[in-house]
């Protein structure tokens, strides 16, 4: 009986889930791999130290050392390996750091076989590939690796790239083009395929234009598909050729940069760098305002606390004001996306700590419309990111309101809070409706029903409650005090004073 070559460490702290996954493996795959197992990280780092594994499979919540834990340790030792994470739906923030660790692809328990050995025939099917070809006698091609050694700094050359180099007679001054597309809507195990499909449509973008080149280099960084692209001959035909392939993103709505001209391979590093600064520059695109000039880091993260601190009282005027503040300002200042993102995500853990009603709405709003996490994830732009995370709160305090067991207490103290924060302005009773997420016309009646007035009457009372105290401080002048209370006119301010005291604002002024 032929025995294959081609091992698959399974990783999993579960044993029944452990055992079901290598039984099946076995099953599906026998003659074609070699089934290994083991319980933890830190088995299967010493595994993957001592031996060559092509695929792994791991799940990511497992003592000792975690699956995140363990794709890092793969990254930094360099090991070839096509990995695949195990996640449930809470795992998702983790998968997706998984993702960026390098790992192909995720699948969601429990494990739907017939798309595991889908996705393991396609991983096999490409060590295979890779193991046909060889930039020399014991170095099989792995374009991850290169790419992500030519692109940072310093270079470090390895044996690995000289026999790169060498197999396509390339110099640190040949000539490259670097492209990078941003891999904005990635989730839901969509890595491996847009990258499949990305990488598929460039071939036929300089095939299609008959242009000569030595090699091609792709894989992902930065949440963004990157190239590194080695002309032959005709380089102004290849970026011609490249300005098509633009012209098809564009298209499909991807945001994406190439290098103006041709580099150096020394250079590919800086051109790589120069692409990830002119995406950042494009996130922030709110309209420029110098009132914002005088504030700094240290604001943002006030803003953002004080607006987690509102949402877990449920009060959305205050949070979407300091939502706007810290909009605002990271537009001004522009720091890291990578840092915008992390405040953002940060600040749905602080809510979910202060206020444990928010944890199974958060949590059952994944993967919809309204899931915070992926749209501070994949939003293109902060306008874009700001519109849809207002929408998602509403929708999510909403909720939360209404699966409160004395919930009809907290939506008319919630009333009443806004009524009294607000009676100096002009409020009506459809501003105090959306507030509590209410039809006007049920609010009108339930708020009656509940507080014994109707809304008019009790904002009428407790504006001249509130009259009454500044009459007694004797500072103002009887229009001034209208005007503090919410009444533009008068003459209305003092009818409504003698329907609630039975005086004149003068005559209470006196006595």
């Excluded at 071939?203 to 032959?232: K, W």
């Excluded at 959306?434 to 904002?459: E, I, P, Q």
Aim: with cysteine; aromatic share 12%; charged share 20%.
């Amino acid at each position: 009986m032929h025995m294959t070559s081609n091992y698959i460490l399974i990783v999993d702290d579960d044993s029944d889930i452990l055992k079901g996954l290598t039984h099946a493996v076995e099953k599906e795959f026998e003659n074609k791999l070699n089934v290994l197992s083991c319980k933890n990280g830190a088995i299967a780092a010493n595994i993957l130290r001592c031996n060559t594994i092509d695929i792994l499979i791991t799940d990511i919540k497992m003592p000792v050392m975690n699956g995140i834990e363990l794709l890092g340790f793969i990254k930094k030792h360099h090991i070839t390996c096509k990995s695949v994470v195990l996640s449930s739906y809470d795992d998702f923030n983790l998968a997706r750091d998984a993702l960026r660790l390098g790992a192909a692809d995720y699948l969601l328990k429990p494990v739907d076989f017939p798309v595991l050995y889908q996705l393991l025939y396609r991983l096999l099917a490409q060590v295979m590939s890779e193991q046909s070809s060889s930039v020399g006698r014991n170095y099989p091609i792995n374009m991850q690796q290169l790419l992500e050694a030519y692109l940072q700094k310093p270079i470090q050359k390895t044996t690995y790239m000289l026999a790169f180099e060498e197999k396509y007679s390339l110099t640190s001054g040949s000539a490259c083009i670097v492209g990078c597309i941003k891999l904005d809507a990635v989730y839901s195990g969509k890595l491996f395929q847009l990258q499949e499909e990305l990488r598929e449509d460039l071939y036929h973008c300089l095939n299609r234009s008959h242009i000569q080149y030595r090699s091609i280099i792709t894989g992902e960084m930065a949440s963004c598909f990157v190239f590194m692209l080695f002309p032959d001959t005709d380089i102004p035909k290849c970026l011609d050729s490249l300005h098509s392939y633009g012209d098809q993103l564009a298209d499909q709505g991807y945001k994406f940069r190439f290098s103006q001209q041709y580099v150096t391979l020394h250079q590919c590093s800086d051109a790589f760098r120069d692409c990830l600064t002119w995406f950042e520059l494009g996130y922030y695109d709110l309209p420029n305002n110098r009132a914002y000039e005088n504030y700094t880091l240290e604001d943002l993260s006030t803003f953002i606390h004080q607006a987690t601190n509102s949402l877990a009282v449920y009060d959305m005027k205050n949070t979407l004001h300091c939502l706007r503040l810290f909009f605002a300002v990271s537009n001004h200042l522009k720091p890291s996306v990578k840092e915008t993102k992390k405040a953002l995500n940060n600040s749905i853990y602080a809510l979910i700590r202060l206020n444990s009603k928010y944890i199974e709405p958060v949590s059952g709003l994944k993967f919809s419309e309204y899931d915070l996490f992926s749209q501070i994830e994949n939003a293109p732009s902060l306008s874009i990111l700001e519109k849809e995370l207002y929408h998602s709160l509403n929708h999510l305090v909403e909720v939360v309101l209404h699966s409160l067991p004395n919930k009809e207490d907290c939506i008319i103290e919630k009333a009443k809070s806004y009524i009294e924060e607000n009676y100096n302005e002009c409020i009506c009773l459809n501003d105090v409706a959306a507030h509590v997420y209410m039809n006007k016309s049920y609010f009108s009646s339930f708020f009656k029903s509940k507080v014994g007035l109707t809304y008019r009457d009790y904002l009428r009372n407790y504006r001249i409650e509130k009259s009454i105290r500044l009459i007694a401080d004797g500072n103002m002048k009887i229009y001034e005090i209208a005007q503090a209370v919410g009444y533009n006119d008068s003459a209305h301010f003092i009818r409504a004073f003698k329907e609630v005291t039975g005086k004149n604002p003068g005559d209470y002024k006196v006595s």
